[in-house]
């Protein structure tokens, strides 16, 4: 398999409000590179998402803009690319509104949803969250609400699935966004 599984921690409610991105990027089913960025929203922090992530706003006083880091990311964001992420309508929706704040261009690329996944292939689970699929896999999940540990991770649950039960039954999953 070959994809990209993205993870934002934003600033606020604001789904503009990213604080950071991460990325993993799987080339023939292996974890090749990885991508991690602090950014510079252009909106306060509320202090319930900084409860949650731990990202505060002197963090991100010297951070690059979504601008800036956009600029570097932009590439794996294809018509022809999967984008996957847990619970993908937020993260592909601070995407989209990102871009849509600072006046850039739409993104196209094909996601995949991991919680729709899980949810079909472990309906045994007590839920679906992050931490509970990792915790049912045993898949390591060291900093929940760390964007590049929760992006390796969400990497890893697709991998365990594809692994388990192939790559056809996930073709399903996938999406272009709109």
Known sequence: MNFVAMDFETASGKRYSACSLALTIVRNDQVVDEFYSLIKPDTDFFWRNVQIHGIHERDVAN?????????????????????????????????????????????????????????????????????????ELDIDLHHHHNALDDSLACANILL???????????????SVTA
């Not at 365990?160 to 996938?174: C, D, I, M, W």
Request: hydrophobic residues 35%; contains cysteine; proline residues 10%.
């Open 63 to 135: 951070a690059p803009t979504f601008p800036e880091v956009w600029q570097h990311v932009a590439p794996f964001f294809q018509r022809d690319r999967l984008v996957i992420a847990h619970n993908a309508p937020f993260d592909n929706g601070v995407l989209r509104s990102s871009l849509e704040h600072y006046n850039l261009p739409p993104a196209r690329y094909l996601t995949l949803d991991t919680v729709k996944t899980s949810r079909k292939f472990f309906p045994e689970f007590p839920n679906h969250k992050l931490d509970t699929v990792c915790d």
């Open 160 to 174: 365990y699935e594809a692994q388990h039960f192939g790559t056809q039954p996930l073709k399903s999953f996938v």
